[in-house]
């Protein structure tokens, strides 16, 4: 964040002749000399502290491929090679037997489906032999448990099974059954030991895979809580090299903001932290001037309320004596023009008769000026109570107010649904009844019509005053709102020329506004702008729709 300038603050001060003299330029304080972590900025301290958890995470991910890797070691060797072996080995087991079942079965009644099972024994065998030695490869004890079992097969089948086949064969007696069971015994005995080999490489490899699930959740508590003290260790760095220098700064930043502007501000830490201290402390530097600028324009000011509202004073002291001390010479010269006008008229001649019109009615125009113009400044001033009203009987109240001049004419005044506003009855029935009489007073040939309606605009309603007169000049659009401005003569339309201007002051009383509609043709259109009621109340009728015209006089 940088400082705003003493440029800055020159160019606010006001243009005026007696203004106060223009600030200094305030000078930027010097930056101190950075050492330590203040030469740092928050990027690299960032940085530096995603490395490090980066290197926490990346060593525990190490040690978790680790023990994963020694687990699915272990799993396979148990589960891929160990208890397949063990199975093949009970199945190897069981063809041996069928191979002595069917050689005893065939002894005893030489018949060839009886040496069926000796048969598919020994394929069994040769196969079941095949994969548990791929199972076991790399053991040698195993192997060589396997080679024990192939020795003492093949030695019970030379030495008992083939001699026996063949004896039954031919019918004669064979080797004895003694020779067979000491054979196969000896089977047996290398199976049973081949099968308690393979429980124990099986045992071992169940304690080492339970091992190295241990080892695995031992590594993985120890890395979890080797990282969650090394991110509180980064934590707490970050605290004190970047969190405690901001709230240093912040709760120097809020002394002065608390009032105490002349507490320097001193900031440490990170550069960015150092360089907003900086600019919090020209910031500071540059307020305090302003400040002291701001208390001079104020008593200026307050001096300048002063003589404005002794101003006020003798304006008020004016229209008093303009209301009573300056009308009484001039109802006493319009009092003695007449009675001259009376006693005096057609004695003298036309030309004193004449001059009599022009003193009499001159002084009547300057009573009128000048109840005209008390009128005016009294706007506003009267303290008019303002209330929620109904714009629908102020038009009917101000159409009543000209009813004479409507039935003169033959014209007629309507309008559609009006809403309510919050303002002074009073204040806005003139503007009503000045707005009709303007209509009634500048009409064309045939017999005036006035028509009003309203339209919501946002925040504010739009009442459009629509006459059938002889209309406005576009370029005259805006000297009609100046007061005792005239376009016609004054003995083409009477009238002072403020009825206008008193409108628009009336509505910027109300925080309204007032203009003449230059598109809308033929006739005038004045549009009344008045603020939307904020909080209306909740009987108050809804928002006007277009609905059957309602006429306020004939």
Known sequence: MSAPTAEDATDATPDVDDAPPAAAPVPRP????????????LQRILLVTGAA?????LVALLVGIAGLTALARQRSELVDRLDPALLTAQQLDAATVDQETGVRGYVLLPRAELLD??????????ELVGGLRALVAGRPEALAQLDAVEDATATWRTTYAEPSIAAAGQGVPGPSVEVGKAAFDRVRAALDAQR??????????????????????????????????GVLALLEWLRRVVVAPTHRLAREVRQVADGDLDHQVLAAGPREITELGEDVEAMRVLIVRELADTERARQE?????RELARSNSDLEQFAYVASHDLQEPLRKVASFCQLLQRRYAGQLDERADQYIEFASDGAKRMQVLINDLLAFSRVGRQGDAMETVDLNRLVDRAAENVAGALEESGGAVE?????????????????????LGNSLKFRGEDPPRVRVDAERDGDRWLLRFRDNGIGIDPEYAERIFVIFQRLHARNTYPGTGIGLAMCRKILEHHDGSMWLDTDATPGTTFVVALP?????????EPEPEPGPDQEAAP
């Open 301 to 305: 000011l307050d001096s300048r309320s």
């Open 117 to 126: 099972p000796y048969t598919r024994g020994r394929a069994e065998e040769a």
């Open 53 to 57: 958890l980066g290197v926490l995470l």
């Open 415 to 435: 309008h559609g649904d009006l809403p309510r506003v919050h303002g002074a009855p009073a204040l806005l029935t003139t503007v009503f009844q000045n707005l």
């Open 30 to 41: 010097r930056r101190r000399r950075r050492d330590g972590l203040s030469r740092w900025p």
């Open 196 to 229: 308690a080999r393979l429980l124990d490489l099986r045992n071992d490899a169940r304690d080492g895979l339970d091992g190295a699930a241990d080892m695995l959740a031992v590594s993985g508590a120890v890395t979890l809580v080797v990282i969650a003290l």
């Open 532 to 540: 939307v009621l904020t909080d209306p109340d909740p009987d108050s």
